[in-house]
């Protein structure tokens, strides 16, 4: 028996030691980070809003953290695939996520397998942005009421090109059709440029996507917008009506794009990025890019973004609850 208690003595001092040397570690880690490229995780693909947001916001953190941040696109699933990367990545401040609303609040709400979406550590908000339904020019119609009615009168033959199954505006577009009743059939797609694509080529009828990645198209007339899912209409773009105004007063909904770390970033590190973020989003390079692209430039403390997400989540959940929307 002393033999036995000596070797547990030995065992609980090593396992002691051990403790201690990985808070040092870690410590004297985050004292010296960042000392090496960031990675920053974009879970769509290059050109869309969500990259597009993170190139801007990933150039000024380099700037202010004095190490580059390399933005990586993890693409698939409708941002499942780059979300899960980052939450299990480690969480050593050398691996962050660009994260969107449709990852952090939809696919969480459509999907069971999306558990490690909540350990996430929330960062800042970086931006904010109304969603815009845009339809094929080659339809001849140009509102809500016109598209709604062509569609009954041909069910079953128009399309709805979303950027993946459970993205935002996946979930945003089924909610029109259960709202408006028009029986459109919804073909997912890698991100949304190629639904953009698609509709522009009359391979669908119907899309919705934050503005920015289709400023272009609808200023060259190859999109004809129907609504925005702002409060306001939109000064770039005044003379498309909000979602109220459209008669579909509950799709007055927001996206939003903002920094996130994995579960178990030390605090400090969690701590320096978020005044990173502060000072980033503030300068004349962001607030510019941003404003080309039609964002709001939003910095928040982290508990303000987990706000934000429980009540993107919520909101999504009775929606999907009341429209009894199924992704199978």
Not at 144 to 158: H, S, T
Not at 164 to 189: C, K, R
């Amino acid at each position: 028996m002393p033999l036995l208690d000596a070797t547990r003595r030995r065992a609980g001092l090593l396992l002691a030691l051990a403790a201690a040397s990985l808070f040092a570690s870690t410590a004297a880690g985050a004292d010296t980070w960042p000392s090496r490229p960031i990675t920053l995780i974009v879970s769509f693909e290059p050109g869309g809003s969500t990259d597009i947001s993170a190139r801007a916001v990933a150039q000024a953190l380099a700037g202010e953290l004095k190490q580059p941040v390399v933005v990586e696109n993890r693409t698939g699933a409708g941002g499942r695939i780059g979300t899960k990367a980052a939450a299990l990545a480690r969480p050593d401040g050398y691996t962050l996520l660009w994260g969107s609303g449709s990852s952090l609040t939809a696919a969480p709400v459509l999907y069971p397998d999306q558990g490690h979406v909540a350990t996430l550590v929330p960062v800042s908000l970086g931006a904010t942005q109304s969603f815009v339904f845009v339809i094929s020019p080659t339809l001849g119609v140009r509102t809500v009421q016109e598209f709604v009615a062509l569609a009954k009168r041909q069910p079953g033959q128009l399309n709805f090109a979303s950027a993946g199954m459970g993205s935002s505006n996946h979930l945003l577009g089924e909610i029109f059709l259960a709202a408006t009743g028009a029986p459109v059939v919804h073909v997912p797609y890698k991100g949304a440029v190629m639904a953009k694509d698609a509709v522009i080529r009359g391979e669908a009828q119907l899309m919705d996507e934050v503005t920015s990645p289709l400023i272009g198209a609808l200023r060259a007339g190859q999109l004809v917008p129907l609504f925005m899912t702002g409060e306001r209409r939109d000064p770039a773009f005044p003379d498309i009506p909000t979602a109220a105004e459209a008669g579909l007063p509950e799709m007055t909904i927001q996206g939003f794009f903002g920094l996130l770390a994995p579960a178990g970033t030390p605090p400090e590190i969690v701590a320096r990025l978020n005044e990173a973020m502060r000072t980033a989003l503030a300068s004349e390079p962001v607030a510019k890019a941003f404003g080309n692209l039609g964002f709001t430039t939003v910095y928040s403390t982290p508990e303000e973004m987990a706000a934000r997400i429980a009540d993107g989540r919520a909101t999504y959940a009775r929606i999907v609850k009341a429209r009894q929307i199924r992704v199978d």
